[in-house]
């Protein structure tokens, strides 16, 4: 099972024909991820990697019956290529590309949401299901299979605890950077409710950072939705209010967003959070332990 | 990005939005000048990025172009919560019968515009809000849909504007902040007060306008805006370089790779008992010339007693950092203790390449907590 991505996951790479794309289809693909194909607009007929190149997302999907885009596409064109994968039929959406304006992305959200399609990031590492498919930039290397479910607003974090886990032993079920932009496809909420239903994942570990109120409601939907056990951690205490802290969404505004107020609602509704990476680590292990 | 109250003037003015005829001054003889031309009363406006001018001394009326000059001296040069007034806003003075409040934010909750207005302008909204919250009428806008002037309407009816006049004027003005919001790619748009003069025209006092940075190429004109004079000398360097950089209070100089990452270890610190003097993402890579910047950057600030690089490897190789940081320091001469935690792809060869460079002042830590422990400790004994 494990969530988004897995061994049915056709893949087509929008932007293949980038240095990034390439590159990162070329890695996808060695890793056993079935990637069906690849677009890029007056590239089509060639192939990257053996992968064939078309110009469209509709002349993909037509040819090799690709399920899930992956989005490489540079940001100024980047909701363009969202729009044209939903277009074209595609379910899930996983969209790598940082710096796409944010009024472009409210605009792809309210378009793609009652649709139904599944939309991860942008500016997130992708997702991967370890031992079945990886999707975007994780290095998987770092992963092992497991029933850990894995989500968060940040890339290299979440490697950071994912190797710490590995580590102690503790493998991975799926791992889903949501990406830190103001406005991501799935929430933590809606990520959160997959590994509920997914019988591979028995724990979740949850990766928040400072801005928004994201965590906040997760915190009621893991209280009074969730029976598997949630491990959270949160980054940020010693951000200052109104500065972006690398990611876009980042940002203390007023006095909204702060990790101790989402630190605070996580253990109202009765959710354990580390205070650093290696002690989330040793929390999950040591609820993995006692459940074991 | 956001920008000083006469820039965002300037986009309403764009936008038909009606504000105060005014000029900009960064000099008592400039403000004269201008109170000059314009004639009658002008008000002498700091122009900073912050709250709390009026209560600061930054706003102040003048009858005369003389007063205009004097009132300007007093104000340029004043440190209005640690920003420094480098120039003034001089506008005609208005007469003021009403204050209201109007907003649009960039609400991420909803992933909709959020459109606000009371009656009770002129005040802080967080007051408002606090205070009298059904005095602050909210409507959300599918930006699918786009604004409609119902919505006004609604905010009018709930805010209380009752006058026919007024609420003409109100639910034009707010469809062209609409307008201004979403054609300058803004996460908030804020008039406070909109005022109401004593013959019934409604007008823009104040502006506070954020336009989002990712967006700026859209806007070259907005870009331009940009005051490469503000802020701390440390950002300004960093803006030049290219280096994503926050400048903190504390003493513990900080690299690595990924926000989160970095974000985590400025709180690692601060829990073994350091301070972050600043947040600094190398962003995927690693290499030499983008080290070189970054140490630039963070040793410029006078505070730095110690420097911490904490390094996840994951497609970026570790022995490919490692052999960034030496390019690096073999560059430029750093005499402050320097601890490199490095970690996963590669990190073994990584740390195995620091360890032989033997550099006096490189101390190499294989976990995260015991790098913040060593470099808290070695800032400490300077």
Known sequence: ?292 | MDLYEYQGKQLFARFGIPVSEGKLASSPEEARAVAEELGGQVVVKAQVLTGGRGKAGGIKLADTPEEAARRAEEILGLDIRGHIVGKVWVEKASDIAKEYYLSITFDRGEKQPLLMLTTEGGVEIEEVAERSPDALARVHVDPLMGFQPFQARWLCFTAGVADPDEQKQVIGLVGRLYDAFVGADAMLCEINPLIVTPEGEVKALDSKFTVDDNALFRHPDIAEMRDLDAGEPQERLAREKGVTYVKLDGEIGILGNGAGLVMSTLDVIAQVGGRPANFCDLGGGGDAEGVVDALEVITSDPQVKGILFNIFGGITRGDEVARGILEALDRMTIELPIVVRLDGTNAEEGRAMLIEAASPNLYVEETMLSAAERVVELAGAR
């Open chain 1, 1 to 292: 099972m494990a969530i988004i991505v897995d061994s049915e996951t056709r893949l087509v790479v929008q932007g293949i024909t980038g240095r990034e794309g390439s590159f990162h289809a070329a890695r996808n693909k060695a890793y056993g991820t079935n990637v069906v194909a690849g677009v890029t607009p007056g590239k089509g007929g060639g192939d990257v990697d053996g992968i064939p190149v078309f110009d469209s997302v509709r002349e993909a999907v037509a040819e090799t019956s690709p399920n899930t885009a992956m989005v490489f596409v540079p940001a100024r064109f980047a909701a363009d290529a969202i729009y044209e994968a939903v277009d074209a039929g595609i379910e899930t959406v996983i969209c790598i590309t940082e710096g796409i304006p944010a009024h472009d992305m409210l605009r792809v959200y309210n378009y793609v949401y009652p649709r139904g399609v599944t939309l991860v990031g942008p500016n997130c590492p992708g997702v991967l299901s370890p031992g079945k498919a990886n999707v975007g930039i994780i290095p998987a290397e770092i992963f092992r299979e497991g029933n850990v479910g894995l989500v968060s607003r940040s890339g290299t974090l979440t490697y950071q605890i994912g190797h710490e886990l590995a580590q102690l032993g503790v493998g991975q079920s799926t791992i889903v950077g949501i990406g830190g932009d103001p406005v991501v496809g799935s929430s933590f909420l809606d990520v959160l409710a997959r590994f509920e239903r997914d019988p591979e994942t028995e724990y979740v570990v949850m990766v928040g950072e400072i801005g928004g109120a994201e965590e906040e409601k997760a915190a009621s939907f893991i209280e009074a939705e969730m029976t598997k056990p949630v491990i959270a951690y949160i980054a940020g205490f010693t951000a200052p209010p109104g500065k972006t802290m690398g990611h876009a969404g980042a940002i203390i505004s007023g006095t909204a967003g702060t990790a101790q107020a989402k630190k605070e609602a996580l253990e109202a509704h009765g959710v354990r959070v580390g205070t650093n990476p290696t002690e989330v680590a040793r929390l999950v292990a040591e609820v993995v332990g006692a459940r074991t």
